[in-house]
């Protein structure tokens, strides 16, 4: 099955006869199959009808010389006598479940899983779709036998992870709470780690680049761009530098990033132009584990031995660029102050007789700067705006997404990285994540906008880089790296009064 083709379940079910109308007691949907002779991955759907309480059960199931239940629902109640396939109780009855099926693979909350009830209608084809397909992807990487495994999961993958997905992913999680939300991504994220962490162990390369999640909102004078990645799937800036120390990279791979991107912005008309005017609301940037405590410990270093935020870039700019005057950044470029000291001293001595008085005069300049951990720097490239934020070494000023620890100073317990997450001039937040808030970088950008758009509908578009930088907290080791995620989400503006 080619992995652009469409995985229309939803289709397929509500166009199957009634139950009461079906040929056998089993309908069957083909998810994936590389080649006739080899095994296939199917949604069996079986009726029992012949009781006092008809119903059906939906499985996921390996087939090859039999069926091997990979995954299966609830009994769900159906009516015998209606003139369509499934009402529709039983189908939000079955999302739920599949929902939920996702969500048993979310690695320490125990915490009890509460679906919220949803309305099913014809718009809930895409959710429905994806998440089978997460389902399935899941089932496949824990749950299938060998010769399946590694062909359906990377075909799957590519189809969870296309653009389509991702705009279904959007709609999935308006109907999720965000703690909801935040155990899905955590559950998809520790499956794919695993995957990764397994094809490494072997050697065996994979197709996924660099799977993610990130799904992006406007409303009025309120942008939203939210993000997910695990770890192990951000591209290494250091390819040829590797540990082979298990521990640590058990601690640094079962992590995932997560990240909000807020901008507030208004409309202003002005006689002959109109100013488009976007602020920093919030800019939030974490790394957090996909496993317990317990285990991170015990297979790890502990979950404080992370990679932390180094560098954010964002590039903001209109994607149609006809009607765009100007644009201007409301920071200036540092001009910081240099603090400087003198330090004079006179040293004399004096020597028995037959020699001479010697003076000795040394005079010191000391100079200091002081700077905060974080630059923040604004730019113009032809129509975009370009946001950068920088970590700088507390010790020497240099850029430390580019750079790696002096290794004298690893053994130092008083360097600004060691004991990074309990000390009181952190550059980060106690779990280990930084905020940029419109307190302190608030300034805005100002687009100047042709009068002729009032009314318009303008897109715009954000690209980003995150930068991750790992170097040692609190286990002692020589070894560092920086990994990379790149991001493009659209927005939109409406020009009107």
């Known amino acids: 099955m080619a992995s652009n083709s469409v995985l229309d379940v939803w289709g397929w079910l509500v166009s199957l006869p009634p139950v009461s109308q079906w040929n056998s007691d089993t ?97 809930c084809k895409d959710i429905f779709n994806l998440a089978l ?16 495994r590694f062909r359906s999961i990377e075909e799957l ?16 999680v308006r109907i999720l709470s965000s703690n909801l939300e935040e155990q899905w991504m955590r559950s998809v994220n520790l499956a794919i780690t695993n995957w990764f962490m397994e094809n490494r162990s072997s050697n065996l390369s994979l197709s996924l680049s660099s799977p993610f999640f990130a799904y992006s909102f406007s409303t009025v004078g309120l942008w939203k761009v939210q993000l997910y990645c695990p770890i192990t799937a951000m591209i290494s800036n250091n390819q040829g530098n590797k540990t082979h120390d298990s521990r640590l990279n058990f601690s640094l791979n079962y ?9 507030t912005y208004k409309v202003i008309f002005r006689e002959y132009w109109i100013d488009v005017v976007v602020k920093v609301d919030n800019i939030r940037c974490d790394v957090n584990q996909l496993v317990s405590e317990k285990l991170i410990s015990k297979q790890g270093y502990g979950s404080e031995e992370k990679h932390f935020p180094s560098r954010i870039l964002l590039q903001l700019a209109p994607t149609l660029q006809n009607d765009v005057i100007s644009v201007s950044v409301s920071k200036s470029s540092d001009n910081p102050i240099h603090e400087v000291g003198v330090e004079k001293g006179v040293e004399g001595s ?13 005079a010191s300049e000391t100079v200091t700067l002081a700077i905060k951990p974080w630059k923040f720097e604004q730019s113009v490239h032809g129509d975009s705006a370009v946001l950068n934020w920088f970590l700088h070494d ?19 317990p008083r360097s600004w990285f060691r004991n990074r997450y309990s000390s009181a001039y952190r550059p980060f937040t106690r779990q280990g994540g930084v905020i940029f808030a419109g307190d302190e970088y608030g300034e805005s950008v100002c687009w100047k906008i042709c009068r002729g ?26 070894y560092s790296e920086t990994r990379t995620l790149e991001f493009k989400e659209l927005l939109h503006i409406n020009l009107e009064t």
């Open 453 to 478: 758009a009032k009314g318009k509908r303008m897109d715009w578009e954000i690209c980003g880089e995150v930068w991750l930088t790992y170097w040692p907290n609190k286990h002692r080791t020589f």
């Open 394 to 412: 507390g010790v020497n000023g240099r850029e430390v997404f580019s750079t790696k620890p002096p290794k004298m100073a690893i053994f130092r």
């Open 133 to 148: 397909l997460t389902l399935a992807l899941l089932v496949c990487i824990y749950e299938a036998p060998q010769d399946l």
């Open 350 to 362: 004096f020597e028995p007789p037959g020699s001479y008085l010697e003076l000795k005069v040394s």
């Open 27 to 123: 309908q069957c949907f083909c998810i994936y199959r590389s080649e006739p002779s080899q095994p296939s991955l199917n949604l069996r759907v079986i009726r029992n009808i012949h009781g006092r309480n008809p119903h059906v059960i939906f499985s996921l199931t390996a087939n090859f010389n039999s069926h091997l239940t990979l995954w299966s629902s609830n009994s769900l109640h159906i009516k015998e006598i209606i003139d369509k396939s499934f009402e529709s109780k039983t189908m939000q009855l079955l999302l739920s479940g599949i929902i939920a099926g996702v969500l048993k693979y979310e690695s320490y909350k125990k915490s009890s899983i509460s679906v919220p009830g949803m309305l099913i209608d014809k718009d």
């Open 255 to 263: 992590q995932q990033l997560e990240g909000v991107i807020q901008f």
């Open 157 to 172: 993958s590519l189809r969870l992870y296309s653009r389509n997905s991702q705009e279904s992913m959007k709609q999935l």
